[in-house]
């Protein structure tokens, strides 16, 4: 029995050894499925196109059974080597990144399964000026409320910063902020000056690191006081909703949180508009507002306000019979809005742009006439949410004006 068992132990013994070699031969030989030792041929040019900071690199790739992708190999102006990979069945390499017009020369090569690279097609290609120069060149500043607007054309959409430093009162630069855009045809307000003369230095950078030279701008900031949202209160108002639903609580709408899912006014599920009376507790010649959506997942989305009205009245005497199908009788009038979503994608799908956007609260400026009137009373009508949901959700609202009491 003793034996039988040396035995045994022995034939595991030899399975052991055997495993064991087979793991050791060297596997260097093997590689991809349908891999050779091969290179593939060389890939034809067709055309070149040069765009704004890059150019498009039409091609003809080789014939080669086991092609698996198409590489372009270049240094930048600033001598960075840097590769484009395309799939072996796409026609065309992007180049971008280039900040300077020149000419640079890009190696095209071929790649097949076992790695085997083709002999270099090299190509020259002319950048155009690059985005950022064109940007800076297109701005203008104008006075605005707490700082200046910044307007500019971008009109390849390229992924930019505009990045604004000020002059101190010893001449010394010192950057403030940072606001990042692909909008075609926009504008941004830097906010947040006193109304005294201010020198608004401003550049331009590219997601590769590429940046213009500085613009200055002089303008003297248009008064725009905060106002205080320790006096704010609902006012109930008939045909109003209550924005307290669902756990929720209106004053979140004033607490300073946002972009929490969590952390809003939220009405019942009910057929559109809703209506909201706020008392601000304080009079005002209001110049703009912000409205901050419920964030999180609901961003763009749910209830957020797509399109509202806003009314304003000094004081409530007087006023008519609260009328459903003319909710701003006996109201001033203070303006139409309409919620921007800058990545235009449908609800459910949003960008980085997108968030940022709403996490700077979404502004919006009182036309001229509305700016007259001392307001103490807010009617906020949502008349459309995103997505079409018969519910109304505020992150926050944040009014700016000159306060008269």
Not at 379 to 389: G, I
Request: charged share 20%.
């Amino acid at each position: 029995m003793v034996k039988n068992i040396n035995i045994m132990n022995y034939k595991v013994y030899l399975i052991m050894i055997t495993i064991l070699i087979a793991s050791c031969i060297d596997d260097s030989e093997h590689g991809p499925y349908g891999a050779d030792n091969i290179p593939p041929g060389q890939v034809t040019v067709d055309e070149v196109v040069n765009t704004a900071g890059g150019a498009i690199i039409y091609f003809t790739p080789p014939s080669d059974e086991d092609l698996l992708y198409v590489k372009a190999a270049f240094e930048d102006e600033n001598e960075i080597e840097r590769e484009v990979i395309v799939s072996a069945v796409i026609d065309s390499l992007s180049i971008v990144g280039f900040a300077e017009e020149g000419t640079y020369p890009v190696e095209v090569f071929a790649v097949d399964r076992g790695e085997n690279q083709s002999a270099p097609t090299i190509v020259n290609i002319s950048p155009l000026e690059a985005p950022i120069h064109a940007i800076l060149n297109s701005m203008e500043g104008t006075q605005d409320f707490g700082g200046i607007n910044i307007s500019y054309l971008n009109p390849t959409r390229a992924e930019v910063s505009l990045n604004m430093s000020i002059l101190d009162d010893d001449g010394n630069l010192v950057f403030r902020e940072s606001f990042y855009t692909s909008q075609a045809n926009s504008s941004y307000s830097f906010r947040g000056y006193d109304p005294v003369p201010t020198t608004f230095v401003i550049y331009v950078e590219d997601r590769w690191g590429n940046q213009t030279a500085t613009r200055s701008f002089e303008v003297i900031p248009l008064e725009d006081i905060f106002l205080d949202k320790a006096y704010w209160a609902i006012q109930s108002m008939p045909g109003d909703e209550s924005f307290s639903e669902y756990g929720f609580s209106a004053n979140q709408i004033w607490d300073g949180y946002w972009s929490n899912q969590w952390n809003c006014g939220h009405t019942n599920f009910l057929p559109l508009p809703h209506q909201l009376t706020l008392d601000l507790g304080q009079t005002a010649k209001l110049n703009r507002f912000k409205l901050y959506q419920r964030g999180g997942s609901e961003l763009y989305k749910h209830g957020n306000p797509k399109r509202f009205k806003i009314y304003g009245r000094e004081n409530l005497d007087g006023l008519p019979i609260y009328d459903p199908d003319d909710p701003g009788d006996g109201w001033i009038y203070m303006g139409d809005f309409e919620s921007f979503k800058p990545s235009g994608l449908p609800p459910g799908s949003n960008t980085a742009e997108d968030y940022e956007y709403q996490d700077n609260g979404e502004d919006f400026v009182f036309g001229y006439d509305a700016r007259q009137y001392n307001i103490r009373y807010i009617r906020f009508v949502n008349v459309e949410s995103w997505n079409n949901q018969m519910v109304t959700v505020i992150g926050e609202l944040s009014f700016w004006g000159s306060v008269i009491n």
